[in-house]
């Protein structure tokens, strides 16, 4: 996280990012070969969902899916943008969820599938319960 752009030392390193994800995973817990292709099926397509198609004043209209990508590497592109969205770097502060999601759904929109976006859309619009948990923690559930 630096403002400006990245050098081509970092973008190679920036390449690397799954390999970083699976080894940290694997320190965690055990990985099926399934899981780990879809991380990294995640990360490489996470700006190439489809082709888009263009309206007559050029603006994308709708995106013609990919049909190699799995559903979870549907769900980790999203889950992946909004944690990003929300998250504070070191060149600005994090974007509140209504922000995050009005980019996701605006701007950004053609780099999701709109199903999944849309359940994702209506899952984050519910409101957060806080309860104690049978340990007297504090959860949050949906």
Same mark, same amino acid.
């Given at each position: 996280d630096k403002p400006g752009k990245l050098s081509q030392a970092e973008l190679k390193l920036l390449k690397k990012s799954p390999v970083h994800t699976v080894k940290q995973l694997l320190r965690a817990r055990r990985l099926n070969a399934q899981l780990v292709q879809r991380i990294i099926t995640a990360w490489e397509h996470k700006?190439?969902? /489809? %082709?888009?198609v263009k309206d007559?004043? /050029?603006?994308?209209s709708f995106i013609v899916p990919r049909a190699d990508l799995s559903v979870y590497s549907k769900i980790i592109a999203i889950v992946d943008c909004y944690d990003?969205? %929300?998250? $504070? $770097?070191p060149y600005r502060d994090a974007f509140s969820a209504e922000i995050a999601l009005t980019l996701m759904w605006g701007e950004m929109k053609h780099k999701f599938d709109p199903e999944y976006l849309k359940i994702f859309m209506n899952v984050m619009k519910l409101p957060a319960v806080r309860v104690l948990s049978e340990k007297g923690e504090k959860v949050v559930i949906f």
């Open positions: 700006t190439d969902f /489809g %082709t888009p007559l004043k /050029g603006n994308v990003a969205l %929300t998250s $504070r $770097r």
